[in-house]
């Protein structure tokens, strides 16, 4: 279909009202997609994708004021809106494919979808889900379509087998983890001394081919913990000035508060926006990223949690990794003073390699030794500016970890006797890809945690608690 008519079918898939106005339309040889955005407010928009050979839906959302209304409809009703959507974009699509689900969430919306099955099992990334609020409109909708390529094993092996062979390596690591609450069940944001399950595989093949569990590692050469030191010649330099940014030089673009960090895009007041009528994806990503600075900064303490620079920076210098670690060793102080007492760096045997004349430095958090779990800092510095263009911070404020007990009450093996208790596998269909992307689906086995409300990411080494994850 040409590119007029599926924005036609888009515009009235979308009931695209004059409220909004096209931010985004690309096509290429599969699909098309087109985003509106709501004049009043730049975070409500309307995103409809299109395949490009006869205009089928394929993907569609609508964002909508926290305030869905009160409902006028009954579940059963619900349900049917839901499916004669279905039904008009793709006829035979609830008759073809089993009903997986059918749920509310949260406090204005329902979910429905389903899926292809295959010996009584969905296959993952099949069929469609739906959602809709209760007063009956339409906010979500995801079409995967059938699938192909199902290999159907001619015998699988033995269950009791396979237990073994994941409990015979199974493995723990002590460390300390924080359990946020929008991630694990009872979360209460605080760091956690825990063992975390370390499994032999993420699956096993159902026809017991263990060849399809070898994958060849990248060698990315030794690694060595050296402590940290604070560069001894001492400069007067600020935060701002180790990042190249002078606020009477850039103008705010945008600002976005994600919960625990605010982002803050910066940019330079020079900058000479792309005027032209081009509302491709590369276009739209061109004018929102071109020569900015953005700053996210913790919503609690203000301290930098990281830096992305778009800006085209490229100075006359020739800086030596020894150098550049320097800039990367004030910078990292500047924002930790205590940093030797809690950080180590990441040297490699390829660490003095350059990529796109940026040096990388990678700051890994511990505690009494103990490691912290998404503890790493990230610190990119420019060799021909010296000023820092990528800066990624911890997840967890070393400060915090004061309050950590780092001695674990309950041994390993306790551990490991907690999480056998909980541990079982099942069968279920996955779906994989080869080396030339082509996707097929296989059967396997794969962990399962039947007595509990979700997967099992940690053991409290305090008090032997399983800590749940949400996902």
């Known amino acids: 279909m040409l590119l007029d008519e599926l924005r036609k079918r888009a515009l009235h898939i979308g009931d695209v009202t004059k409220e909004y106005e096209l931010l985004m339309e690309d096509i290429n040889e599969e699909d098309a997609v087109f985003v509106w955005k709501y004049k009043e407010n730049e975070e409500r928009g309307i995103f409809v994708e299109l395949k490009v050979d006869d205009g ?190 002078d606020e009477n030089k850039f103008k705010k673009v945008r600002e976005q508060d994600m919960g625990d960090v605010t982002g803050t895009v910066w940019q330079l007041e020079n900058n000479k926006e792309d005027k032209e009528n081009d509302f491709t994806i590369e276009a739209y990503f061109k004018r929102r990223n071109d020569n900015t600075l953005k700053i996210f900064r913790n919503n609690e303490t203000g301290i930098i949690h990281g830096i992305v620079s778009f800006l085209e920076r490229e100075g006359e210098k020739s800086l030596t990794y020894q150098k550049c670690k320097d800039v990367a060793l004030r910078f990292l102080f500047s924002i930790y003073p205590r940093a030797d007492r809690f950080f180590r760096i990441i040297e490699k045997d390829n660490s003095q390699e350059v990529n796109n004349n940026l040096y990388h430095y990678e700051f890994r958090l511990f505690y009494n030794e103990i490691p912290i779990r998404f503890g790493s800092i990230r610190v990119g510095v420019n060799r021909t500016t010296g000023i820092i263009d990528y800066y990624m911070g911890p997840d967890i404020f070393p400060e915090t970890l004061s309050n950590v007990a780092a001695n674990p009450a309950i041994s390993e093996t306790e551990a490991k006797e907690i999480f056998c208790d909980e541990f079982n596998i099942e069968l279920q269909w996955r779906k994989e890809y080869t080396d030339d992307n082509q996707s097929y689906y296989t059967l396997a086995y794969t962990p399962c945690y039947p007595g509990l409300s979700g997967g099992l990411s940690f053991i409290d080494a305090q008090t032997g608690t399983c800590i749940i994850n949400k996902l």
């Not at 579940?75 to 509310?104: S, Y």
């Not at 009956?136 to 390529?149: D, Q, S, T, W």
């Open 56 to 245: 089928s839906l394929i993907n569609y959302s609508k964002d909508l004021n926290s305030d869905s209304g009160t409902s006028s409809y009954i579940e059963e009703q619900l349900r049917g809106i839901a499916l004669e959507f279905v039904k008009r974009q793709h006829p035979d699509a609830p008759e073809f494919f089993t009903m997986k689900e059918w749920e509310k969430i949260g406090e204005n919306k329902y979910r429905l979808s389903y899926v292809q099955t295959e010996f009584h099992l969905p296959l993952p990334f099949s069929g469609f889900y739906i959602e809709i609020t209760v007063n009956g409109e339409i906010i979500n909708f995801r079409y995967y379509g059938k699938a192909v390529n199902v290999q159907i094993p001619n015998s699988v092996v033995d269950k009791d087998m396979v237990m073994k062979e994941y409990l015979a390596e199974l493995d723990f690591e002590l460390l300390i983890s924080e359990i946020s609450s929008d991630i694990y069940v009872e979360g209460d944001n605080l760091p956690h001394l825990v063992y975390e399950p370390s499994l032999p595989f993420r699956f096993y093949p159902g026809n017991g081919d263990k060849k399809a569990l070898e994958f060849e590692e990248e060698d990315e050469g030794v690694e060595r913990l050296e402590k940290v030191t604070k560069p001894k010649e001492e400069l007067d330099v600020t935060i701002d000035e180790l990042i190249g940014f």
